[in-house]
């Protein structure tokens, strides 16, 4: 390693570094504002000027750019010199010249990386006695708030947005000495993940819009360390409370999943935890006056549960806990998945081929650093949409590193490696049913139905590994786009393969799994990994347990059962004639669950359910990377608790035990390890709930939170007790430990002089890298080197179609299809309407076009949608949005009629 020296101190760094990385890494404060550690340097600000000296006896030395300056062994440096200190102090007053100095009313006022820059540099006073440059400032929808007159020309919100996100609507404009950076027009930023601008931008131009509507300083907020609830990728997030509301969601720095950024579902689609839609009395029905004291709940569940015949339904949005804790109550034999049998079936598959071992489960970190991918049959771009995000990272990163080789330029002078790479790219194959906006930046892509697309991946597998079966009966086409792209996996080191089981196709998920393990060899390390449905659907697959259709099956046979389901709208995913029929027969139906849904209303009693903020409890991820989540407030209701807790006390009425209500979540898991082998680690997942640094517990509160005596004065002026949290290390107080926690329960990052999430710097092991300690989580999966795989031999035969008839899968969109996300208001503005797509061919043979009403009949449910017509999709195929509108419990790859509304 090198040894640099700073202000005559040495210091060894990482090699292949820039001075401020290097800097920032040992703990040395630099101030800047256009570099950021997955951008790259620009030296656009030229805040983070140094000293440079040729040897120890240079007493003069230059100012340079330290983040356009790399490491060399031997380098010398100082930050203190005083023409480096009067030329950062000279820049930051230059750039504040039009500065409208309004921190009082700015969003980002006391987190805002511009005043800690300022502080820093010793800017305290302003000359500039002119009249400022003023913008007018856009919409630019209901996400982001815009205040151009805050901008100090850093050009990260345009470098993010455009270079490493991909959006093509917000651009830089300039004219003589005015830079605007916005729309061409007023309008919706088009990228879902345009709720990262309030995060990149170290001012406050762009701003959270959503919390402007009930806001309050990001300092008053309680806050905890939490997982998106909204698909299976389980970005890591820090949540915010203030007077018992959720307010905010932030991004939590995890180095192996979502880094430093959320897409805008996962960031804004919150506000079910405030939605009036919310279960906030435990009801029985069938009563006088259904709403009940938690007395009387008691007794009834005691009589309801006591030698009573119970079978559980699971669900893949709750908690490992809370499906665990159901599996206990009603028994093993007993506990039912609360989704399909094609949903269970192709689920099932994905865990027994990550469980081998065989191939590596591959985070979204790997599939960055990757250098070529393939992506088999799946929408990640609206099912998954930070790995989409990832994918777009390793097409960008191949062709960086490709340019630095050759023109020996450092990787992460992103201005000069841009201009070297032009439009050169890194590998990507888009293989799916009716493509993404991914297919602008794929090498090749490739569509058509699912049984054609797993029969591609096949015939690539046999490319790559000639003991394989041929695919028989293909065309020269197909073949031809096998080759070409087998060919360049070979060459790649490190290729991943995605998929995922939203074409419902078994053989898809075969195919994926044959084409990475063929290319995982002692030299090439291959890695692999499958989109789910929902936060946990990993988490209840790895569970062994029947689908929803045994449970129906179950109760046809047999009388007078009490059924009881855990947070599963149930009619999302099941025909609605199957679910009638179902409660019908139920002699008894308990719902736990936070929202009244069409399932709640079925329920012949329904209890209150904490929501992720509410509680805590542990997520698995679709690489089975087990994360806890943790309770950010404790809800004024006394009854809204989490269901884990309330199966636990349902638990004791039955075997009429009187121990056990106070039983932390760990102790859930330590069981849930014993009895199932899969889950071996689980309890590791985060400190024990007493878990204390040097005798104190972690603050949810920063230490400049204040109010908190204000809050109640109109009910008592003397501060109440704090709450106290008996699940987990975390105190719902502001005093604490104040150093560098468990990664796992950093509850919000801050550091002395660091009040904006520039401070998440100082929890690294270096800027971009880990986490001290390691990244949260805990791999359930565990590669296998050297293991033999069993690959897959049977293939389907090519797609036909059929006459007067459509194979439908669903159309799944970024904001519109979250169970939970759509009682979010900004995001409610943002979901299309429902539709169904199908081919232009198709289109002519129904005579419709844009915009006509076509009927769906499927599960003798009769659907109007609008036509859309898809230039990508193959005859015979029908794409209808999922859960969105009146659509829902459609059995998705079954046939279906299409006819024209006349």
């Known amino acids: 390693m090198p040894t640099i020296y700073i202000d005559n101190k040495p210091y060894e760094v990482k090699a292949g570094k820039n001075l401020l990385e290097a800097c920032l890494a040992q703990g040395v404060d630099i101030p800047y504002f256009c570099w950021h550690p997955s951008l790259g340097s620009v030296g656009a600000c030229r805040q983070c000027a140094v000293k440079l000296f040729k040897d120890e006896n240079d007493t003069q030395g230059r100012l340079v750019m330290s983040c356009l300056e790399g490491v060399r062994d031997g380098l010398r440096l100082s930050v203190n010199d005083k023409m480096a200190k009067a030329f950062r102090e000279q820049i930051i007053e230059w750039l504040m010249t039009n500065h409208p100095h309004d921190c009082p009313v700015c969003d980002e006022g006391g987190s805002c990386h511009l005043q800690d820059m300022t502080v820093m540099t010793g800017h305290d006073y302003r000359h500039y006695d002119f009249k400022k440059r003023t913008y007018r400032n856009q919409y630019l929808g209901p996400l982001i708030h815009h205040e151009m007159n805050r901008c100090i020309q850093c050009y990260r919100c345009v470098r993010y947005y455009k270079d490493y996100a991909g959006g093509e609507d917000l651009n830089v404009f300039a004219a003589n000495n005015k830079v605007y950076f916005g729309r061409e027009k007023d309008g919706v930023l088009e990228s879902p993940f345009s709720g990262n601008l309030a995060e990149v931008c170290p001012t406050g131009v762009f701003t959270d819009k959503t919390l402007k509507e009930h806001y309050t300083r990001k300092w008053d907020l309680t806050m905890a360390p939490s997982v998106c609830q909204h698909c299976s990728v389980g970005c890591n997030t820090i949540a915010g409370e203030r007077y018992g509301e959720l307010r905010v969601i932030l991004n939590r720095y995890n180095g192996e999943v979502n880094g430093y950024f959320l897409c805008d579902r996962g960031r804004f689609g919150y506000e079910f935890v405030n939605d009036e839609n919310r279960v906030k009395q435990p009801v029985i029905r069938n009563r006088t006056s259904e709403a009940v004291t938690e007395p009387e709940l008691t007794t009834y569940l005691q009589t309801a549960m006591y030698n009573s015949k119970l079978i559980g339904i699971g669900s893949p949005r709750a908690a490992v806990e809370t499906n665990f804790a159901l599996q206990q109550l009603v028994g093993p034999g007993n506990f039912y998945k609360g989704i399909s049998e094609d949903e269970a079936y192709l689920t099932n598959k994905v865990v027994r081929i990550l469980e081998t071992g065989t191939v590596h489960s591959a985070s979204l970190k790997d599939i960055e650093q990757s250098d070529a991918v393939l992506i088999l049959g799946e929408d990640i771009w609206n099912t998954a949409p930070m790995m989409a995000l990832a994918v777009r990272q390793s097409v960008k990163k191949t062709a960086y590193s490709h340019a630095a080789e050759q023109s020996k330029l450092p990787i992460w002078h992103d201005a000069a490696i841009q201009e070297f790479v032009q439009e050169e790219k890194g590998f990507l194959a888009n293989i799916t049913v009716a493509g993404s906006p991914l297919d602008g930046i794929a090498a090749y892509t490739a569509y058509g139905a699912p049984d054609n697309l797993a029969r591609l991946g096949f015939a690539i597998a046999h490319e790559l590994n000639t003991s394989l079966p041929v695919v028989s009966n293909v065309d020269d086409d197909l073949i031809n786009k096998a080759k070409s792209i087998a060919a360049v996996l070979l060459k790649a080191k490190k290729p991943v393969i995605v998929s995922g089981i939203s074409c419902y196709s078994e053989g898809v998920i075969e195919a994926a799994f044959n084409i990475a393990a063929s290319l995982n060899t002692a030299e090439r390390k291959a890695a692999i990994c499958y989109a789910l449905p929902a936060c946990n659907s990993m988490g209840l697959g790895m569970m062994n347990a029947p689908s929803f259709d045994h449970a129906v099956t179950r109760l046809q046979r047999e009388q007078d059962m009490t059924v009881v389901i855990v947070e599963n709208d149930l009619y999302r995913d099941i025909s609605s004639?199957?679910?009638?029929?179902?409660?019908?027969?139920?002699?008894?139906?308990?719902?736990?669950?936070?929202?009244?849904?069409?399932?709640?209303?079925?329920?012949?009693?329904?209890?209150?359910?904490?929501?992720?903020?509410?509680?805590?409890?542990?997520?698995?991820?679709?690489?089975?990377?087990?994360?806890?989540?943790?309770?950010?407030?404790?809800?004024?209701?006394?009854?809204?608790?989490?269901?884990?807790?309330?199966?636990?006390?349902?638990?004791?009425?039955?075997?009429?035990?009187?121990?056990?209500?106070?039983?932390?979540?760990?102790?859930?898991?330590?069981?849930?390890?014993?009895?199932?082998?899969?889950?071996?680690?689980?309890?590791?997942?985060?400190?024990?709930?007493?878990?204390?640094?040097?005798?104190?517990?972690?603050?949810?509160?920063?230490?400049?939170?204040?109010?908190?005596?204000?809050?109640?004065?109109?009910?008592?002026?003397?501060?109440?007790?704090?709450?106290?949290?008996?699940?987990?290390?975390?105190?719902?107080?502001?005093?604490?430990?104040?150093?560098?926690?468990?990664?796992?329960?950093?509850?919000?990052?801050?550091?002395?002089?660091?009040?904006?999430?520039?401070?998440?710097?100082?929890?690294?092991?270096?800027?971009?890298?880990?986490?001290?300690?390691?990244?949260?989580?805990?791999?359930?999966?565990?590669?296998?080197?050297?293991?033999?795989?069993?690959?897959?031999?049977?293939?389907?035969?090519?797609?036909?179609?059929?006459?007067?008839?459509?194979?439908?899968?669903?159309?799944?969109?970024?904001?519109?299809?979250?169970?939970?996300?759509?009682?979010?208001?900004?995001?409610?503005?943002?979901?299309?309407?429902?539709?169904?797509?199908?081919?232009?061919?198709?289109?002519?043979?129904?005579?419709?076009?844009?915009?006509?009403?076509?009927?769906?009949?499927?599960?003798?449910?009769?659907?109007?949608?609008?036509?859309?017509?898809?230039?990508?999709?193959?005859?015979?195929?029908?794409?209808?949005?999922?859960?969105?509108?009146?659509?829902?419990?459609?059995?998705?790859?079954?046939?279906?009629?299409?006819?024209?509304?006349?």
């Open 577 to 902: 004639s199957v679910l009638d029929t179902f409660f019908s027969k139920a002699a008894n139906i308990i719902v736990l669950d936070s929202l009244h849904n069409r399932t709640t209303e079925k329920a012949n009693v329904l209890i209150p359910a904490a929501t992720f903020a509410e509680g805590d409890g542990t997520m698995v991820n679709y690489e089975g990377r087990a994360q806890r989540f943790f309770q950010v407030f404790m809800p004024a209701n006394p009854f809204i608790r989490e269901s884990w807790k309330w199966l636990k006390e349902m638990n004791l009425y039955k075997t009429q035990g009187s121990n056990g209500h106070n039983q932390p979540p760990e102790e859930l898991l330590e069981k849930l390890e014993s009895t199932s082998h899969q889950f071996e680690g689980i309890s590791k997942v985060t400190p024990p709930h007493d878990f204390t640094i040097h005798g104190e517990r972690i603050p949810r509160e920063p230490h400049r939170y204040s109010g908190r005596t204000a809050m109640l004065a109109n009910l008592n002026v003397s501060e109440p007790k704090p709450m106290q949290d008996n699940d987990s290390p975390l105190s719902f107080t502001m005093e604490g430990f104040k150093g560098i926690q468990p990664s796992i329960a950093i509850p919000f990052f801050w550091s002395p002089g660091w009040n904006s999430v520039q401070s998440v710097t100082k929890y690294q092991e270096e800027p971009g890298g880990h986490l001290r300690g390691g990244d949260p989580g805990v791999k359930l999966f565990h590669d296998r080197q050297g293991s033999e795989p069993s690959f897959f031999k049977g293939m389907p035969e090519s797609f036909a179609e059929r006459p007067e008839k459509w194979l439908v899968l669903p159309q799944y969109h970024v904001l519109g299809s979250g169970e939970l996300s759509i009682y979010t208001k900004a995001l409610e503005e943002l979901t299309p309407s429902p539709s169904v797509s199908l081919s232009q061919q198709d289109a002519n043979r129904l005579n419709v076009q844009n915009g006509d009403m076509l009927q769906v009949n499927a599960d003798a449910k009769k659907y109007l949608l609008a036509v859309t017509i898809n230039k990508n999709l193959c005859n015979g195929v029908v794409l209808v949005s999922a859960g969105l509108g009146e659509v829902e419990g459609m059995s998705w790859g079954s046939w279906v009629k299409v006819s024209r509304c006349e």
